[in-house]
């Protein structure tokens, strides 16, 4: 089954003061270290919500439909553009996703479901699981009536969780750290070293 990646790049970064998509770690942009990763397992990358100076070769820019909404709208954006009925989302302020487990999540995904969610803990993932179009209609729905929580359109749709152990839990905190201080950017590129 072939899977879109979709990386949600229209935030306003506003804890890091700068585009957090085009810091560098070991002198690449954080969102290019998430393409490479995502187009390791999607055969089409899109990036939702960007701008042209987010422009990496191998993935389309598409705009928010509803602009200024949040992740939410970058999803459904995306989600509306895809060329496959399911969708991998992940935030571009991941430096280091893991591309086995994005193949874990993905191989989760059941006919009829509209969301397979990463469960970390007692914590949701949004910004790192699978979405069907069905999920899109839902998100709009949400979005129609100002309600912008990437988790809202859960309550219209059939959806799972794939839930990872604690055990488990201890070997993803790079795979799953964001980039959102100045702080955390520090970190990740201290990991790199």
Known sequence: MDITGIILAGGKSSRMGENKALLEIDGITIIERVAGVVASV?????????SNRLDIPGCRTVPDIYPGCGPLCGLHAGLTEAGNRYSFA?????PFPDAGLMKRIIGEIEEGCAAVMLKTGPFFEPLFSVYSKDFAKAAEECIK?????????????????????????????????????????????????
């Open 42 to 50: 999607c055969p089409e990358v899109i990036i939702a919500g960007g």
């Open 90 to 94: 992940v935030a571009c302020d991941i």
């Open 145 to 193: 009536k100002g309600i912008f929580k990437v988790t809202a359109p859960l309550e219209l749709v059939p959806w799972k969780e794939v839930a990872v152990s604690p055990k488990e839990l201890a070997g993803l905190e790079r795979a799953l750290m964001n980039v959102n201080t100045p702080e955390e950017y520090e970190r990740a590129k201290g990991i790199i070293k």
